[in-house]
């Protein structure tokens, strides 16, 4: 105790060193955990997982997947036809369509890119909105039941609502929420040029992930693709036959994931196209692929320089302070304090100033960046929104002080070898 009362006295005695090191160290474990977080999300969603697996099917030899409507009943089953076969625990259908708000200026801002599905399957089957909190939850789930009510009812990601606000709404409106209930109209683009869209907005994912997506009843757009010949002189959309993009499975384990995969991949009724059946992991991180360069530099690059340059930070000014008592310290060995003391003291004092900046740069990151900016936005390939993870609490306080540990052990190691003779000669 009068081991850590002296290093609390020390650390106050030279304010002014000491607010400008931990601002330092605040600055740099906030770069870091902002680069983690990022990290950490990216890790999550292409880490392998043991249980309740989920399995991504689509065309094998083509990019982007195009399968014909009819192998959704089958794949949902896990192609299971025969006795004893495995099915998954639930499946969900994807098909893309994506359109834009202004037919005539194509832009970033008009395009929404959405997906027809099955309503139900939002709440199931989506990555992060199975754990929403009750607040959240329990408006996802009255976007789906009014999704379920209406077809022609649409849930968009909060860019696509701001968006739309900027574009039919009051500018001078901030609260995109408001626009539930409103009607727009969506001109396709790609493969689904001429099949536009009408929308009433029923709902709003939650923030974070989903910013850039859009979901609606797979019914109405199987119903716009059958109506599409008839005003058309009878001639079919071209994607009328290949318009299935992704059909995702649940599955309990590893185990029943390789037999799903097996019977899928054998089953005789998907030859054109031919389909693979992947882990929901393995086909994010091919996604992820043209980022790989980015996401390495991040890692192995950008993270560490700043722990060096934290590191030299703190090793500034301990080594300032070191040479500033030089005489203190050679009274202090007069007076009995043992080597491992005065190294303990010098290290006790940089390990709290980096614990406690690092952990106070962390909270604010927290509450700055998840309930003032609502998230970073850090567009990664189809990722627009991170936030900080409750995590980050003890990444701020442990990069604090092992930074702190590194850069003042040196300056430690030279406090624990002062020799009182030395000093006190020089000093007369």
Not at 20 to 32: K, Y
Not at 196 to 213: Q, S
Not at 395 to 401: C, H, K, R, V
Request: charged share 20%; glycine share 8%.
């Amino acid at each position: 105790m009068r081991l850590f009362s002296l290093i609390l006295k020390n650390v106050g005695r030279n304010p002014l060193r000491s607010i400008l090191t931990a601002l330092g160290t605040m600055v740099l474990v906030f770069v870091v955990t902002m680069v983690w977080s990022v990290l950490w999300l990216l890790d999550l969603v292409t880490a392998e997982k043991k249980e309740n697996l989920k399995g991504i099917i689509t065309e094998r030899w083509s990019v982007p997947s195009r399968m014909p409507f009819s192998y959704a009943g089958t794949l949902a089953e896990g192609a299971a036809h025969q006795p004893g076969d495995v099915r998954p625990t639930d499946a969900m259908t994807w098909q893309f369509y994506p359109g834009t708000l202004d037919q005539k200026n194509l832009t970033r801002e008009s395009i929404v890119f959405a997906i027809a599905c099955e309503p139900d399957k939002l709440a199931t089957m989506m990555d992060g909105l199975e754990s929403l909190s009750p607040k959240e939850a329990a408006v996802l789930r009255q976007g789906i039941e009014r999704l379920k009510a209406n077809r022609r009812g649409i849930i968009l990601g909060y860019n696509h609502l701001a968006n739309i606000n900027r574009m039919i709404g009051d500018v001078r409106d901030t609260n995109v929420e408001r626009l539930i209930g409103k009607r727009f109209k969506l001109y396709g683009i790609g493969g689904y040029k001429d099949l536009d869209l009408e929308f009433d907005i029923e709902g709003v994912f939650p923030a974070g992930r989903y910013d850039n997506l859009g979901a609606f009843n797979r019914d109405y757009f199987i119903n716009a693709l059958d109506q599409y010949p008839q005003t058309h002189s009878g001639r079919k959309h071209l994607m009328a036959d290949r318009n299935l993009n992704l059909v995702w499975l649940k599955v309990p384990d590893v185990q029943a994931f390789n037999r799903v995969s097996a019977q899928i991949e054998g089953a005789p009724f998907y030859r054109d196209p031919a389909v693979k059946c992947e882990t929901a992991s393995s086909g994010l991180a091919a996604m992820l692929e043209p980022l790989r360069d980015l996401i390495w530099g991040f890692r192995f690059l950008v993270a560490p320089a700043c722990f060096v340059t934290l590191s030299l930070v703190i090793a500034n000014g301990i080594s300032i302070s070191v040479r500033e008592r030089r005489p203190e310290l050679a009274v202090m060995k007069v007076l009995g304090f043992r080597p491992m003391q005065i190294l303990s003291l010098v290290l006790g004092e940089s390990l709290l100033l980096g614990a406690a900046a690092g952990l106070a740069s962390a909270g604010l990151t927290y509450a700055v960046i998840n309930w003032y900016f609502g998230g970073l936005r850090f567009p990664i390939g189809f990722f627009d929104r991170f936030f900080i993870p409750a995590a980050a609490l003890g990444w701020g306080t442990a990069i604090g002080a092992a930074a702190a540990l590194v850069g003042s052990f040196f300056p430690a190691w030279a406090a624990r070898n002062v020799k009182p003779a030395e000093v006190f000669s020089k000093v007369a």
